[in-house]
């Protein structure tokens, strides 16, 4: 919050990852009980800070804020209750949300890792499911990726080379 706070009069375009609500989940893969808690305060100031989005007449953003939620395997009543939270809170067309599909399991998350459950892809269905919930909360303001875009070729390698 202090950060956001501190960056006012510097960020025109704000684009967060909201990625869990339920703090056990937090705790489990982030290391991070207090995630909601801290993520969405933040997020709300940078709403107050940017106002509703604004485009341009070639509808490029100039400024607002654009939330981004990766529907994770096994965790869509997760994504849906993030949902609910947005569409309770926070001040309709102030924001565009973003549902991401191409979640890639790596590290403690590959098959025979420490989190198993998230050792795959998301299917079909539960990504569906969490485009659903928004269509049916009204939040169409956005962005909903094609589940095809959860391919090899858009992940990076990931293997610091270049830095």
Known sequence: METVKA???YIDIWLPDLKYWDSRLSARYSQAPDYF???S????????QT??????????????VIIRHMV???????????????KEVLPLSHYYLSL?????????????????EISRRITTYEYEKVV???IDLGLTQG?????????????PPFDLEGV
């Not at 106002?51 to 607002?64: A, C, E, I, Q």
């Not at 991401?100 to 025979?112: D, E, I, V």
């Not at 990726?145 to 858009?154: G, I, L, P, V």
């Open 132 to 134: 659903n919930a928004a």
């Open 100 to 116: 991401l599909s191409q979640y890639t399991p790596f590290y403690k998350a590959r098959k025979g890792g420490t989190f198993p």
């Open 143 to 155: 962005f909903m990726q094609e589940k095809s875009s959860a391919k090899e070729e858009y992940t």
């Open 72 to 86: 994770l395997p096994g965790l869509k009543e997760d994504s849906i209750r993030l949902l609910h939270w947005i």
């Open 41 to 48: 305060q933040a997020i709300q100031q940078m709403i107050c």
């Open 7 to 9: 960056l006012k009069n």
């Open 51 to 64: 106002g509703p989005p604004v485009l341009d007449d070639k509808s490029l953003m100039k400024s607002g």
């Open 37 to 39: 808690s801290c993520a």
